[in-house]
């Protein structure tokens, strides 16, 4: 009973780092794309949760990518879920 609660718990713990090593085809939303925001909104978004100067905003599968700068001027990457403009993931060049 005991190893079989842990063969459980390993093969939970390999499918749940599979999963974030995707992140790359991050899922953000299934919501049709009239109901996303519109790339001002999404930028507005971005500047709410702290980045600055906006450069580009581009569809990537079903999120929003984001490039810009953090107050601190550091290049930021940052996924958004279109829908409701919320940080999925955000990464940070130093």
Known sequence: MQKTAI????GLLVFSSAAFADDDNASC???????WMSTEAI???A???G?????QVKTEGTCYE???????GER???IMNPV????VRAEIDN
């Not at 984001?66 to 601190?72: D, G, L, P, Q």
């Not at 409701?84 to 940080?87: E, S, T």
């Open 7 to 10: 063969f459980a718990a390993l």
């Open 29 to 35: 939303t299934s919501a049709p794309h009239a109901e």
């Open 43 to 45: 930028s507005a978004k």
């Open 47 to 49: 500047v709410a949760a």
């Open 51 to 55: 980045y600055k100067d906006i450069r």
């Open 66 to 72: 984001i490039y810009a700068m953090t107050t601190k």
């Open 76 to 78: 930021a990457e940052v």
């Open 84 to 87: 409701n403009g919320d940080v």
